[in-house]
């Protein structure tokens, strides 16, 4: 993602004029892959909002009547303890991997010790080693500290991803803050945690923000690790009790979209406040593209 | 990386060290584990040690709330051997899956680079339209596609109610259906990805390369083919060696979508690592499953990490 994340803010290139066909082949083109991109999106609503009649028998694209009983039953069901039990973990996640990633991603840029390149190697190897190689083990060891069906268990082991990724993407923000900045503080006879809490961490606010974004959508994205720790229905995070929703013998397609639809709201909601502070962020930092 | 070192100021952390210690550990080394400690324990508790013991618990025989039997090879013996039958049907799903999926994504993925790179306007809000599925859950997106697919979806509704087709299709009971569907769905969520990267690797081409080829009456294919995509070869093989790990090793659309099925059709070597070891109880043998595609990721994050650390430097 560390790529990723850079992407989002070019905005150069394809400079060169181009001629009427082009422009039409290209706009023809655009409303394609748009259409291929956000028909799934309009059926997870129109289905949300149908009736169940309108869904199984009378087969309609926009409905005849707006219905939200769905919604409804969604939350008489635990539905919302899921949600709280994914924003209480990827919050924690997020707090705690931002606070130690910032000290750990300052000492890896800024100071000279032995052993950071090793440090750094190994934090570039753990970001990509994905999580269907670390459940079995993990799974033993959050059962053997008795945290399994438990979120404290979850918040135990989603540092386990969302750490290396906040140190990483850190490490490239401060790598970009002037060191002049910096050298003057520290003959103005500041320490380094003053210069890293009075100049470093102030200019990378928006980088802050949007590392704390990311990461606060990638344990809510999150599937492995609490499908595996957690049995129990009512504690589950809010991907994974959804997807067991589907458990039972009918299909509750109208209520299953409605559960999809809330799920997806909170990452899409942090990706486009997100992508507009990257831009900022990489304009303000001139992080190289 | 060591001329951003700074080289002025006090250096309180460390004076109270002998200078032969600083000279071993860096000059400012107990400030700098101080700082970076937290980080190296939790990565080394939830990472490293996970990762040991998943090579430990590969040779043994080991139930689910049961002491461990060691068994030296037999778990990878038997994936050999014909014990068990679903390990190999596993890797080929994974490859043909894993190689649909990024190729699928690449040409989706190029395509759309190329579309939002052209000067046009509004092209930012369609931007932001075309990374949308790469924002959504794994489960979100499995879910809307199970939807799309379901006889009592939309796909099968319009087939029934404009008479398209005299049966509905089964998606997801049809073993030979299964595996594209889902190929399909992965290269839905899974190309916005690439087309960000793909559009930072355009925007990095440098456009007198393309007006000096203008001048010398190059056709549009033989920029593309002679600038664009030379261009574009580091960002490709990166893209490609991140998409592999993620798609190979991601379950959850998979275990949404089909659960493995119909008869182990979609089960890649993750889901039948994880029927093993959790539903199936085997951690031994969940553990040697995983342990098979170490290998390939290796040799993956050997070239990743040497290219993303120069990247960085």
């Known amino acids: ?289 | 990386m060591a001329q951003q070192q700074i080289a002025l100021g006090p250096r309180r952390a460390a004076t109270h060290t002998s200078p032969a210690l600083r000279r071993v550990l860096g000059r400012d080394w107990l400030l700098a584990w101080a700082m970076v400690g937290p980080v190296v324990l939790i990565v080394l508790a939830l990472l490293i040690y996970p990762f040991v013991d998943a090579i430990l618990l590969s040779f043994q025989e080991r139930f689910i709330g049961k002491e461990g039997t060691w068994i030296g090879f037999a778990n990878y013996v038997s994936f050999f051997n014909g014990v068990d039958k679903g390990f190999g049907k596993a890797a080929l799903v994974t490859f043909i899956f894993t190689g649909g999926a990024i190729l699928g994504k690449f040409i989706v993925g190029m395509a759309m680079a190329l579309v939002l790179n052209q000067q046009v306007p509004a092209r930012n809000i369609f931007r932001g339209i075309m990374f949308l599925p790469w924002a959504v859950p794994a489960v979100v997106s499995a879910y809307v596609w199970r939807f799309l697919f379901d006889t009592t979806g939309p796909i099968n509704g319009m087939i029934a109610e404009y008479g398209l087709m005299d049966d509905y299709i089964y998606f997801f009971s049809d073993a030979r259906i299964a595996l594209p569907a889902l190929i399909l769905v992965t290269v839905w969520s899974g190309t916005p990805f690439w087309t960000m990267n793909l559009l930072a690797g355009l925007a990095a081409i440098p456009q007198e390369l393309y007006e000096a080829a203008e001048i010398d009456g190059a056709t549009t294919s033989q920029r593309f083919l002679y600038i664009t995509m030379p261009s574009l070869q580091s960002v490709i093989a990166v893209t490609a060696m991140l998409s592999t790990i993620w798609t190979s090793a991601n379950l959850t659309q998979i275990f949404v979508l089909t659960g493995g099925g119909p008869n182990y059709a979609t089960t890649t070597l993750p889901l039948y690592a994880y029927l093993t070891a959790i539903p199936g109880h085997q951690l031994g043998a969940g553990a040697a499953i995983s342990m098979m595609v170490v290998p390939f990721y290796m040799i993956l994050v050997y070239f990743l990490t040497r290219r993303m650390l120069q990247q960085e430097a």
């Not at chain 1, 939200?68 to 997020?94: C, E, K, Q």
């Open chain 1, 1 to 289: 993602m560390a790529v990723a994340l850079r992407a989002r803010g070019s905005s150069t290139g394809g400079r060169r004029k181009i001629g009427v066909g082009w422009i039409v082949a290209t706009y023809v083109l655009l409303v394609f892959f748009t259409l291929w991109t956000l028909i799934p999106f309009f059926w997870m609503f129109i289905a949300s909002i149908k009736t169940n009649k309108e869904i199984y028998q009378d087969f309609t694209i926009v409905p005849r009547q707006v219905f939200w009983g769905h919604y409804y039953d969604l939350f008489t069901g635990p539905y919302a303890i899921w949600m709280r039990n994914s924003t209480v973990v990827s919050t924690a996640a997020t707090i705690l991997s931002i606070i130690l990633g910032s000290f750990g991603a300052y000492a890896i840029t800024r100071l000279r010790f032995t052993g950071r390149r090793v440090i750094a190697i190994g934090l570039v190897f753990t970001y990509l080693l994905p999580a269907s190689l670390l459940f079995i083990p993990l799974f033993q060891i959050v059962a053997g500290a008795n945290l399994s069906n438990s979120i404290y268990g979850l918040m135990l082991v989603y540092p386990s991803f969302t750490l290396p990724f906040c140190t990483w993407m850190l490490m490239s923000y401060f790598r970009n803050i002037p060191l002049e900045l910096e050298e003057a503080a520290l003959i103005d006879g500041c320490g380094r945690l003053g210069v890293l809490f009075r100049i470093v961490l102030p200019l990378a606010a928006p980088a802050l923000v949007v590392v704390c974004l990311f990461s606060f959508t990638n344990a809510w994205n999150e599937f492995l690790y609490a499908l595996v720790f957690i049995s129990s229905r009512d504690m589950q995070t809010v991907t994974v009790g959804l997807a067991l929703m589907q458990g039972e013998d009918v299909f509750y397609w109208g209520k299953m979209m409605a559960g999809a639809l809330l799920t997806a709201i909170p990452p899409v909601v942090m990706y486009t406040l997100a992508q507009r502070l990257v831009i900022q962020g990489l304009t303000m930092g001139g992080v190289k593209g």
